[in-house]
Structures are given as structure tokens and as C-alpha cells.
């Protein structure tokens, strides 16, 4: 095992492992084909944003039927991750609505798929999606340029989750040049968008000849300055991969001092997610993807310190798993969806604010496994 989990929470671990197996089963059941993404009326729709089979987080669900492939051995989970998996040929093939994201639709889909069976297809396709993320590098300012359009100099936070495919596509060909790019742009990003008290921005906005920082705009938070949960979770996460893949001390380093941050303002919250640490206290309002990824995070942490540091970022990952699952889990089977709550940007309407979100319940099946040692690394 890799972690000291106390036996009440294996306990609890392993009773919503049973949930988790009756749930998605209830779905998979209910969806066959479909990619879903937010439910409406207890239900998912296929493919229901305006940007069709593009859309960034069109890959978790495949994510979560391979870990629980992986986990269960339920061959029903494999075929419709495959199933996903060949719908998105369209959006490779169609290749310019993608943008930086491609490191969360192909890890979840084709890379997992290879790393599991050794289809052949799959790693091409994965291969593929590599070469179109290093193709976003920009070599004066060293960072993968996000979204697409007007935006050349723009680097988020988010993209040290997608960088992991270039780990992989170094790792897979013998070509370290994926690699270069991958902690170049995770360099870029420590200077630009980490700050010295271990909050994020979300984007920075850099000169494209040069990459001199030019603007701090808010992004999906409150405001610039703000600490959107979402993106301080994503770095968390990010960091500690980086460090995964490359052993470099700097990202781990930069990992916990992200997660000292973030897990001090968990504590602050009881535990639970508001959308942004640095947003007034009324409304309050909730995003439980913050909470999930965070999660992973910790967990990702706690296999690198030693076993006096451990304590810190175990105990925070359940405090913050079982505090959303008793606040936020819909174990119905009849509705589609898991954990609550999730919140697409502080300002986005209602109907993507405090929503069941497909991945939030990719990150709280990815966490749920890692505490009993059932989950293979996706990343
Ligand atoms: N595009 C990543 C996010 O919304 O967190």
C-alpha cells in the first residue's frame, strides 16, 4: 500500500467504493455511448456544450471507467472507455477547435487505454495529442500558449495538469523534447503565475516575441489578485507530477508550498471548497472540482515526504474528501452524477454554478482508489 491509511477511513474508503461500483453501473447502464459532462434533470445528455467534441473535459469519463476498469476487472467499464475513446478520432482529426486541454482528453482516453491493454492505436493517438500540445510551445517565452484566437501570450494555471502527456510522449519515443517542454512551461509558469505566499493566478498574459509578463487578468475567480480554488488545486496537482516525472526538487518544493496554502484555507472552510479563497464571505459558494483535485494532490504529495511530513497532507486530503462526500454525494442511482456542488467560474450563471460536474467525479473515484491502493496512474 502506499499510504498509512487509518482503518476508519479505509472503512469509509471502501464502503463508497461499493457505491461508487452501484452508481456508475446505474449509468453506464442508462448512458451506453454517451460523453456526459453536466446533468440536466438528474440526467446526462451527450456532448451538450457548444463546442461539441471538443470540449476539454469530454475525456473524464473515460478516465473514471478505466480506474474502475482497473479496479473492478468489469469488462463493461472497457467498452464504453474504448467507445469514448473512438469518438474522439473526430476532434484529432479536426484538430483546430482543440487547444491546451488535449493533456486531460487523451490521458483519460488513448494513454490510459495503451498503458493498460497495449493497443497500438491508442499510444498513436496518444502520440498525436503530444505532438499537438508541444505545438502550442512558444520558444521566446518558454510556456504552451492556452485557447486559441487572440490569446498567443496567455499561460494558465491549469496546463501543468496537461503537460503529463509530454512526460509520457518522452518517455514512450526516446525524445526528451516533449520533455524539455513540459518543465520549461512548468518553469515559465512558477515565475508567472505562482506568488511568493503560495497562492496562484490563474493566466498571466505574456509578450509572445519576448514573454514578458504584461497583464494579470482575473480568469475563472472573483477578480485579478484573487485565489480562484480551482487553479491553486490544479497547481498543487501539477507540481507534484512535474516532480513525479522528473525528480526535479523545485517542484515539489513549489507543490507544498501551493498545498500549505490551500490546505490552510480548506481548514478555514470546514474543510469544504469555496470557489475562491479571496471572494467576500456572502454568498457563499462552492466548487467541489476544487476539492477533488486538491485531494489527488495531497495524496500525490504524501508518497514523496518523509513519514514525519505525511501526517499534514494525508490528513487533509480526508478531511476534505469526507467532508464533500457527507456535504455534497448523491448516491441515488437513479440521478446521474455524484458529488455536487462543482462550479464552472466565480461569475459563470447558474446553470454551470453548484452542479454535479463530470469531473469532480473523476478526481473523487481517482482519490477514493488511491486510499486502497486500486488506482493506476493516469497521469
Ligand atoms: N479549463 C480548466 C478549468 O476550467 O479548470
Not at 268 to 284: C, G, I, M
Request: charged share 20%; proline share 4%; with cysteine.
Amino acid at each position: 500500500m502506499k499510504y498509512d491509511v487509518p482503518s476508519d477511513d479505509v472503512k469509509w474508503a471502501e464502503d463508497v467504493l461499493k457505491k461508487l461500483n452501484a452508481k456508475l453501473s446505474a449509468e453506464c447502464f442508462r448512458m451506453k455511448g454517451v460523453i456526459p459532462y453536466i446533468p440536466q434533470d438528474g440526467r446526462y445528455r451527450d456532448i451538450d456544450t457548444g463546442e461539441g467534441i471538443y470540449w476539454w473535459t469530454n475525456g473524464f469519463w473515460s478516465g473514471m471507467l478505466w480506474q474502475m476498469y482497473y479496479a473492478a476487472g468489469d469488462e463493461g467499464y472497457r467498452t464504453l472507455a474504448e467507445a469514448v475513446e473512438e469518438r474522439l478520432d473526430e476532434a484529432l482529426e479536426g484538430f483546430e477547435g482543440l487547444y491546451h486541454d488535449v493533456g486531460f482528453m487523451w490521458l483519460h482516453s488513448s494513454v490510459a487505454n495503451y498503458r493498460l491493454t497495449g493497443n497500438a492505436v491508442s499510444r498513436r493517438r496518444g502520440l498525436h495529442a503530444a505532438n499537438i500540445l508541444a505545438g502550442r510551445y512558444n520558444p521566446a517565452g518558454k510556456f504552451i500558449r492556452a485557447w486559441n484566437g487572440d490569446r498567443a501570450g496567455w499561460i494558465i494555471i491549469d496546463c501543468m495538469m496537461n503537460i503529463p502527456l509530454l512526460y509520457w510522449a518522452s518517455k514512450e519515443t526516446g525524445d526528451p523534447r516533449f520533455a524539455y517542454i513540459a518543465q520549461n512551461h512548468a518553469d515559465t509558469a512558477i515565475q508567472t503565475l505562482v506568488r511568493p505566499d503560495g497562492s496562484c493566478n490563474h493566466i498571466a498574459v505574456l509578450s509572445p516575441e519576448t514573454g514578458e509578463c504584461l497583464e494579470i487578468p482575473g480568469g475563472q475567480g472573483y477578480a485579478s489578485g484573487s485565489s480562484w480554488s480551482r487553479g491553486q488545486a490544479w497547481a498543487v496537482y501539477g507540481y507534484a507530477l512535474s516532480f513525479r516525472h522528473t525528480g526535479r526538487q523545485r517542484y515539489l518544493d513549489t507543490a507544498k508550498k501551493i498545498a500549505h496554502y490551500v490546505i490552510a484555507n480548506f481548514a478555514q472552510h470546514s474543510w469544504l471548497p469555496v470557489v475562491d479563497f479571496r471572494a467576500p464571505h456572502d454568498p457563499v459558494k462552492y466548487d467541489s472540482t476544487a476539492a477533488m483535485i486538491a485531494a489527488c494532490g495531497l495524496l500525490e504529495i504524501a508518497e514523496y515526504v518523509g513519514e514525519y511530513e505525511k501526517p499534514l497532507y494525508m490528513d487533509a486530503a480526508l478531511k476534505i474528501l469526507r467532508s464533500c462526500e457527507k456535504a455534497f454525494a448523491d448516491w441515488d442511482s437513479e440521478h446521474d452524477g455524484i458529488i455536487g456542488k462543482g462550479t464552472t467560474a466565480y461569475h459563470d450563471g447558474p446553470a454551470t454554478t453548484e452542479v454535479p460536474i463530470i469531473y469532480a467525479d473523476y478526481f473523487f473515484t481517482e482519490a477514493v482508489l488511491r486510499l486502497l491502493g486500486k488506482d493506476f496512474l493516469i497521469w
